[in-house]
């Protein structure tokens, strides 16, 4: 899929603009502050994801005569449609003017979006590769956002039972079931990315090797889980919250036969989570039959020349149409369709 165009109405700095995309490389170059950032958190909106952050508190223009934002695409590729999201105290999509939820956007768009903060993938706290995962697994397996939102009001359920010193044994196997669901499915997604057989060799370029081992192993995780929630139900009722779960699972990424954010330099591991995003985009075109979209802000920060020329490769041989954000061309001598920054017009 490809965002053919979009449009953008009072969405923090932008007050209005339309925007015509190239299906390959698309840069939005332009000084701090001139809007870079919020034209590509419109795009992850419009994706089904919504904003970087995850609130809509200051998403609409302050000036805004109507006190909301509205956004607009149209894309194609191997479906056409209309999007739209309409943002104020919530957001309320649309797809070809039909009411949709956040699922249907991001089946409709599948796309993946790189921050600069990103690079905690491999050496940041588990919640970060959780999202990762939890990401790749709503595209991937389609029920998966509603399970794992079912499973977090189990939860809920369960840790107010434990603060108010009641049994908790009526959440035990609902827990157990969607929790171990959730787990499973990412250990899936996770092995799908380390197995998968990618005839670009998306990440045969990285000078070193890694592994990924989800903290769930190899057995059911309903299962598991149930035996996690025996053997820690002692100390569960002292601590007053579960202390097993999708909540406390984690990825383990290793190079060299150490935790990765040992052994590789920064700029390593940057180069490891971009090859982690283009592996993952590979899988979705496979799993979806759809070729991704990739957002990228300030790709290029911390890369030295010879890391540019080699990412500027690795995008161009994925054959998806990118977004990037930067104060200047990062990738030099590589096809690409430049977009100015501040916007005019409506």
Sequence with gaps: MIFELSVVKDFRSLRGARIEWAPGLNLILGPNGSGKTNLLESLNVLAGWGTFHGRTSGAVSWDSERGRALLGARVTGEEGHELQ????????????????????????????????????????????RRLFLDRLCALCF??????????????????????????????????????????EMRRRVASLLLTLEDSTDICSKLPFSFSMTPALGDSSGEEKLLRLLEETSERERYVQRPLVGPNRDDLEITSLGRPASESLSRGQKRRLVLSLILRSGRLIELQLRRKPVLLFDDLAAELDAAARRETG????????????????????????????LPLTGE
């Excluded at 003017?97 to 706290?125: M, Q, Y």
């Excluded at 994925?318 to 590589?334: L, N, R, S």
């Design 142 to 183: 389609p029920p998966y956002a509603r399970r794992l939102s079912e499973f977090h009001q189990v939860s809920r359920h369960r840790t107010a039972l434990l603060r108010q010193g009641r049994p908790v044994r009526g959440t035990t196997l609902p827990f157990a079931r969607l929790g171990g669901w959730v787990m």
């Design 313 to 340: 490769m690795m995008l161009q041989a994925a054959a998806w149409q990118i977004f990037v954000t930067g104060t200047e061309d990062p990738f030099e001598g590589f096809a690409g369709t430049k977009h100015f």
């Design 85 to 128: 999201v309409q943002v104020s105290t919530r957001m309320t999509p649309r797809i070809d003017g039909k009411h949709a939820t956040f699922t249907d956007l991001r089946l409709a768009v599948p796309s993946i979006t790189f921050l600069p903060n990103d690079i905690n993938l491999v050496e940041g706290s588990p919640a970060v």
